[in-house]
């Protein structure tokens, strides 16, 4: 079942994510790279930006657990959208199933520490339009009619848009939660609040703080009395 978001963009499913990486691996030409890279928006949130500048240095892929990609600067087009510290490098967790498809991909075509992790096969850089178009193959093959016609899915970012929004329902939505969260996909709080106002739970009644209410609703039964009037000094 898919989502709407606060500025009406469609989510797309762990199913329909998962599946259209699964149609790019099994593409002859550069499937494995193409289906990487994509991983790495769909599982860390990633800007398209941000993972086409990964190199092998940046990425901490352990042999067990979860691993850490750094997101430099210069791979968020100058600036962390809507966050403070722009300048900072950016820790993002890698899930273990990233992990093991970007150890794959290493392995794979032999990189080296500074390589950059996602290149065609033939060498070529992977580029915006060779992933957009692989995309729209993809979700023309995937999709139902109704779906290819509508907003869902339309851009590569709606796997980043995705992952966040799993982030936001997985995680127990303290503050605490939310701020780590906006950390890691390099937006302001209140950006992401906003945007992805649907995927946080309004508080049950257990939750709500019924003494705190109780105390401010006694206040109206205090005598009201004319308050005077504060003196300049």
Not at 61 to 85: F, K, M, R, S, T
Not at 92 to 99: G, K, N, R, Y
Not at 202 to 208: D, R, S
Request: charge should be negative; charged fraction near 25%; hydrophobic fraction near 45%.
């Amino acid at each position: 079942m898919t989502a709407v978001t606060g500025d009406g963009t469609f989510l797309l499913d762990d199913r329909q994510c998962f599946s259209m990486l699964d149609w790019v691996a099994e593409q002859p030409q550069s499937g494995l790279v193409l289906r990487a890279f994509l991983a790495s928006i769909a599982l860390a949130a990633l800007r398209p930006t941000e993972a086409l500048a990964l190199r092998v240095r940046d990425a901490e892929l352990p042999d067990e657990g979860n691993g850490v990609l750094l997101i430099h600067p210069q791979g968020q087009e100058g600036h962390v959208e809507g966050a403070d510290g722009a300048g900072d490098v950016r820790r993002v967790p890698a899930c273990p199933e990233l992990v093991a498809i970007l150890k794959t991909e290493v392995t794979r075509r032999d990189l080296g520490h500074d390589d950059a992790i996602f290149v065609l096969d033939d060498g070529r850089p992977l580029t915006g339009s060779v992933y957009r178009e692989v995309w729209r193959q993809a979700r023309a093959a995937l999709l139902e009619a109704n779906e290819i016609d509508s907003p869902l899915g339309r851009n590569v970012s709606a796997l980043r848009d995705a992952c966040i929004a799993a982030w936001l329902r997985n995680g127990d939505q303290t503050a605490a939660h939310i701020v780590t969260v906006a950390e890691c996909a390099g937006v302001s709080v209140p950006r992401l609040a906003e945007r992805f106002a649907h995927c946080l739970r309004k508080p049950t009644p257990a939750e709500i703080p019924w003494d705190r209410l109780e105390a401010a609703f006694r206040l109206s039964a205090l005598r009201s009395e004319p308050m005077a009037a504060a003196r300049r000094p």
